[in-house]
């Protein structure tokens, strides 16, 4: 299989705001085959990807297309130069039908050509049939795109990148959110199309489909190269050692504490439809984990437990007591902190510095009369900085400035400054180095130790396996099975993420 | 039900049924009030704004907004009226050549607003700013008069019944609609608007659409410019002030919204003109001028309001 | 090494940038126009006229801060004035009602502005529009469309007065704002949360601030000032105007903008905001003395706040 590559990228550098993001990284990709791109959250994955497709431009590296150097300044020119792309999180345009979004950008034609011809929306619709009839999938051309369930829409997103007639189809989490039968249909394709030479980069979390599709394995880590190799060459547990750098039980540092009574309760906790009838409890010194597939409605959940969501339903007590929480700052009365996923969205004011941001819970208490004291201020903010370890050359400086790991450590210290008995943290090592990961397990640690409790939601099955005492499984927005500690395994866990009761109901919402 | 709803444009039957029930009221409180005359005669007041509402519903469709429209209308007036007037430029060729500056000064607000990445009622606010005072420098602040006498007949001209204005507004309908139904064009126009990152992921130029729609709309300002002229006799630096209002109001109750990408060009012209029949009404009443600026407020923040509750579901917008 | 790390934040640098074009028109005006300019009478002239404009400025800051725009201001300026005027004619009511009235008018307009912007879904700029039109409507109807004249002198001493019979009171107001402005920004928990809510809305309703709360407390705080600004504008012009404060929203945001508050919220410094309001007076002031006719100050006006936005936004683009 020796060959010349049809894709080549070398040495790419790529630097945010003076945090680096790739570090010479390289990928060299064969025609005709299965590359998987693996690595954790933050690896470098994506933004590798979006350099490749002219979405973000190297600070330096070179690029190779077929041993000829390209440059990419914009996604149409890596799509004329058929390298496409098929993202998670992109939405397609709601308002428009399914063949009107498959050749966006790129619509049949009638008559004379330029920016001003007709769009011939018949010849569209035909052609798109012939896609889905060739590929066996039952939409209707003419659907509009918001009366899609996601898995459709999915299907619709991949069914565009291959018409493209791309030579190299990069593909970030497909299967994130499509049934086993879809999975079927998408790995169909993805063998049709490598036999007839397309290559595929295929970036997924999920081991068993990685092996079951991809013929090589490039891996990366820190924003650096690992390796690449045949899959054949690697198993499981090789490749997540490649991943993490070093040995499973060695990252997750396990502090026992004395688990006590109920902290808190919940009762058929709604907010529909993304979360039905969640009930469970959490006890004073545990670590509840929350496993689940993405869009299981686990954010959801501990989002309308925090009083994000104002139509929630359900009831909940707090030691004991029976509590209304309508808004964040009744959580926060209650002691109950949000530490959660999305950084820049939801946890910090990235253009406000250190200091302000660690502070922003706390004003009430520090300084009950409104008016702020900057000594004493300073003073607090000096103390959560060492405490949780903090590196910024100023607590004056912008969050922004910071890496992931130390953003992260910012949201942690802003939310302990409240003193809570409750803390809820939605993927807390999301994006993070594992130096600071480590660094978050051994405060987790800490916490329950002096009998807080921590519920912790993580996508990550070995971290949360690592790191609960308990374990709660979530599918399609309910609690599908929950595990003691000696019953873990990542089996069980995936068996109970993927109970989908695919109703009608589902596709009926929005 | 979903099918339903898709072989009606749903905004339409709304709008109409509005517009219905409003000649019907007009009907009661003021018989004999509704004549095809008199429909006639509103519909040719309405023409104008009517175009200009083409104009800014393009530029909302693609997620934009243009609040220089009424200066601009202005300073194109003052430069039309200046060539003719000054210069001696037939009223035809400088009919033409001020459509065609309108378009130059749309691809400025377009290039202005693709460059600046900034929302785009800042940018024409400012520019607006300086387009009054351009409208003003002209002629020292005072307005031209002595407008040819072919350009001012042209207003009051008719076809088969028709006035010429209002012919003018059913091309300028036609060709939006088509630019936006049927077109390349048309299709990336309401993809930028819906969501900029995805257009630009299909390979769309979301820079140079926004130029071409400003330009756009700029033609159509330009139309309306010579229109306004032709209909009042002299051009005036402080002509249509504050018109976006009306506009805006127009586009709400279009259907057209601010959120971009939805919308259609016939609906938005069916706004201006419940809007106009409103406006006409509050004369009729006797209500004074004062108030109407009142009532054009609430117009448009009921409408905008009514907008925004049908739409909760869309993403809240948490800033400007 | 930490001054050293201060100065060479960019935010600084532009704040900086603003102190050396404050000083280089400064400048420039002085060796133009050595005689009218530079007398000290003329001076303490540029700070008179900036006093109102600055004032409005002050609210405007913390709107824009808060990641919000105030269109209306203008026409509050309008409305207050005109009301404070009526009721401040001689023999009538104590001087305390008419200042009293235009606080409490301007203030609800703000509280009127800010709940249509936290509860109604709709974009703070459009329903300022609305409001801006309708209080003007308002302003106008309660004056009949006419100046309201004949106010007492003690009206008049409201801003016409000085203090120690040498610094004029519209400076000493100006001053007063200013300061509380900044203890307001700087030193309230209050004034954190509003930095908060215009840097990150999301994080800061997870962090349990009631964004909506405080995003109505913002536009009273405008409204607040824009009252007391008609108030003086009456007091200074000695009447009640209808069609007062046009286009001063744009001033208002313009001083805001070359301070180095950013558009898009979050950031920004008081003392920037009175640069540019000083610097604005600055111009208008030395364009008159340099008998610059007054449609070109309004096409400079607006050729400034784009360069001001552009300068903005360019200066994030290289930090992001």
Redesign the interface.
């Given at each position: 299989m020796v060959s010349v590559p049809i894709l080549e990228m070398k040495n790419i550098n790529k630097s945010f705001s003076s945090v680096k993001v790739l570090n010479d990284v390289q990928l060299s990709i064969q025609p005709g085959e299965v590359h998987a791109l693996m690595g954790e959250n933050g690896a470098g994955k994506s933004t590798l990807m979006n350099i490749l497709m002219g979405v973000h431009s190297a600070d330096s590296g070179e690029i190779y297309l077929d041993g000829a150097k390209i440059v990419n300044s914009n996604p149409k020119e890596a799509m004329a130069k058929g390298i496409s792309m098929i993202h998670q999180e992109l939405n397609p345009v709601l308002d428009m039908d399914v063949s009107e979004n498959i050749f966006l950008g790129r619509e049949i034609k009638k008559g004379t050509s330029g920016i001003l011809s007709i769009v011939n929306k018949k010849q569209m619709r035909h052609e798109t049939q012939k896609l889905f009839d060739a590929v066996g999938i039952d939409i209707q051309p003419s659907a509009l795109m918001r009366d899609l369930s996601v898995a459709q829409s999915q299907l619709v997103e991949i069914i565009k990148a291959i018409s493209i007639s791309a030579r190299i189809i990069i593909m970030d989490e497909p299967t994130s959110a499509i049934t086993e039968k879809e999975v079927d249909i998408l790995f169909e394709q993805i063998r049709k199309l490598r036999e007839s030479g397309v290559a595929i980069i295929y970036i997924s979390h999920k081991m068993e489909e990685i092996f079951s599709i991809a013929d090589s394995i490039t891996v990366l880590r820190d924003g650096q190269f690992v390796s690449s190799d045949n899959a054949s060459n690697l198993n499981k547990d090789k490749l997540i050692k490649l991943m993490v750098g070093r040995e499973l039980t060695e990252i997750f540092p396990k502090t026992e504490a004395e688990i006590g009574e109920v902290v808190m309760e919940v009762n058929n906790y709604s907010f529909k439809p993304k979360v039905r009838n969640v009930n469970f409890n959490l006890r004073r010194g545990e670590i509840l984990g929350i496993a689940g597939l993405v869009g299981a409605g686990r954010s959801e959940l501990v989002e309308a437990l925090f009083g994000v969501h104002k139509s929630a339903e359900g009831s909940l007590f707090i030691n004991g007591q029976d509590v209304k929480i309508r808004q964040t700052g009744d959580a926060i009365k209650n002691k109950i902190a949000l530490i959660t996923e999305d950084r820049k969205q939801t946890g910090l004011n990235l253009i406000a510095s250190i200091e302000d941001n660690i502070t922003i819970v706390s004003l009430d208490k520090l300084f009950p009369r409104g008016v702020i004291n900057r000594h004493k201020e300073d003073e607090v903010v000096d103390k959560s900085i060492v405490k949780f370890g903090v590196k910024a050359a100023s607590k004056k400086n912008k969050v922004q400035s910071l890496s992931g790991g130390n953003q992260q450590k910012v949201v942690i210290a802003k939310w302990l400054l409240t003193d809570p008995q409750i803390i809820i943290m939605d993927e807390p090592t999301r994006g993070i180095d594992v130096g600071a990961k480590r660094d978050i397990y051994l405060l987790i640690g800490e916490l329950v130790k002096a009998g807080k409790s921590v519920l912790m939601i993580s996508s990550e099955i070995q971290e949360v396996m690592g790191v609960a005492d308990r374990i709660l499984v979530m599918a399609e927005g309910r609690i599908t099975g929950e595990l003691e500690r000696k019953d873990f395994s990542q089996e069980k866990i995936m068996h109970y993420a993927s109970q989908f009761n695919r109703g009608k109901e589902d596709e009926e919402t929005e | 039900m979903i099918k339903l709803k898709r072989l009606f444009n749903s905004n339409l039957v709304l709008i109409l049924i509005i517009l219905a029930v409003e000649l019907i009221l007009l009907e009661i409180f003021m018989p004999n009030f509704i004549s095809f005359r008199n429909f006639i005669t509103l519909c040719r007041q309405s023409s104008i704004t009517a175009i200009l509402a083409i104009g800014m519903g393009i530029v909302l469709i693609s997620g934009g907004i243009d609040l220089s429209i009424g200066a601009i209308v202005a300073m194109l007036g003052m430069a039309a009226a200046k060539l003719i007037t000054d210069f001696q430029i037939p009223a035809t060729a400088a009919g033409f050549i001020i459509i065609i500056f309108g378009s130059l000064i749309g691809l400025l607000n377009g290039a202005l607003c693709a460059r600046i990445r900034i929302h785009p009622f800042i940018i024409t606010t400012a520019l607006s700013v300086i387009y009054r005072g351009t409208a003003n420098v002209f002629n020292n602040g005072r307005p031209v008069y002595g407008i040819p006498e072919n350009l001012l007949r042209f207003d009051k001209k008719t076809l088969l019944g028709i006035p010429y204005p209002l012919l003018i507004l059913f091309a300028c309908i036609l060709i939006a609609s088509y630019i936006l139904r049927k077109t390349y064009l048309g299709k990336y126009i309401y993809a930028i608007g819906l969501d900029e990152r995805t257009a630009e992921y299909s390979g769309i130029n979301a820079g140079q659409i926004k130029m071409i729609v400003y330009s756009l709309s700029g033609f159509f300002y330009g139309i309306a410019a010579i229109l306004l002229l032709s209909k009042v006799g002299s051009a005036q630096p402080t002509a249509t002030i504050s018109i976006e209002l009306d506009l805006l109001a127009a586009a709400a109750i279009g259907g057209i919204g601010f959120r971009g990408g939805r919308g259609h060009i016939l609906n938005i012209v069916i706004g201006v003109l419940i809007i106009e029949i409103l406006g006409n009404t509050l004369i009729i009443f006797n209500v004074g001028e004062y108030y109407r600026y009142i009532f054009k407020g609430i117009v448009l923040l009921t409408a905008l309001f009514m907008d925004g509750a049908l739409r909760q579901n869309r993403v809240k917008p948490s800033k400007i | 090494m930490?001054k050293l790390?201060?100065i060479m934040n960019v935010q600084l640098m532009r704040e900086l940038g603003i102190v050396i074009v404050f000083v280089v028109i400064l400048a420039i005006l002085m060796i133009l126009s050595p005689n009218a300019f530079a007398r000290p009478a003329n001076l303490m002239n540029i700070f008179k006229q900036a006093s109102i404009n600055g004032i409005l400025a002050m609210g405007m800051m913390f709107v824009i801060i808060s990641?919000?725009?105030d269109l209306s201001v203008g026409s509050i300026v309008a409305l207050t004035g005109v009301v404070a005027a009526s009721f401040a004619h001689p023999g009538e009511y104590p001087l305390i009602v008419p200042i009293i009235l235009a606080l409490v008018i301007g203030l609800f307009i703000g509280w009127f502005n800010g709940v249509?912007i936290a509860y109604?879904?709709?974009?703070?700029?459009?329903?300022t529009?609305?409001?801006?039109?309708?209080?003007?409507?308002?302003a106008?109807?309660v004056s009949k469309?006419a100046p309201v004249f004949g106010v007492t002198d003690a009206f008049e001493n409201i801003a016409g007065a000085f203090l120690f019979d040498t610094i004029p009171l519209l400076v000493v107001y100006f001053i007063v704002i200013t300061i509380v402005s900044a203890y307001i920004l700087?030193?309230?928990?209050?004034g954190?949360?509003v930095?908060?809510i215009g840097?990150?809305?999301?994080?800061?309703?997870?962090?349990?601030?009631?964004v909506e709360k405080i995003r109505i407390m913002v536009y009273m705080i405008s409204g607040l000032f824009a009252g007391f600004a008609g108030l003086l504008l009456a007091s200074r012009t000695v009447s009640g105007i209808p069609t007062a404060g046009q286009?001063y929203e744009?001033d208002a945001?313009a001083a805001v903008i070359i301070g180095g508050v950013?558009?898009?919220?979050?950031?920004g410094r008081w003392y920037g905001t009175v640069i540019g309001a000083l610097l604005i007076a600055v111009i208008g002031n030395g364009l008159d003395i340099l008998n610059v006719?007054?449609?070109?100050?309004?096409?400079?006006?607006?050729?400034i706040?784009?360069v001001a936005?552009?300068l903005?936004?360019k200066s994030k683009?290289r930090?992001?």
């Open positions: - | - | 930490k790390n201060n990641g919000g725009i249509g109604g879904n709709i974009p703070p700029f459009i329903v529009l609305g409001t801006m039109t309708m209080i003007r409507g308002v106008l109807i469309g700087t030193k309230a928990v209050f954190r949360r930095y908060a840097g990150n809305e999301i994080s800061a309703a997870f962090s349990g601030i009631k286009s744009l945001i950013s558009m898009s919220g979050g950031s006719s007054s449609h070109y100050q309004l096409v400079i006006k607006g050729a706040i784009i936005v552009l903005d936004v683009e930090t992001a």
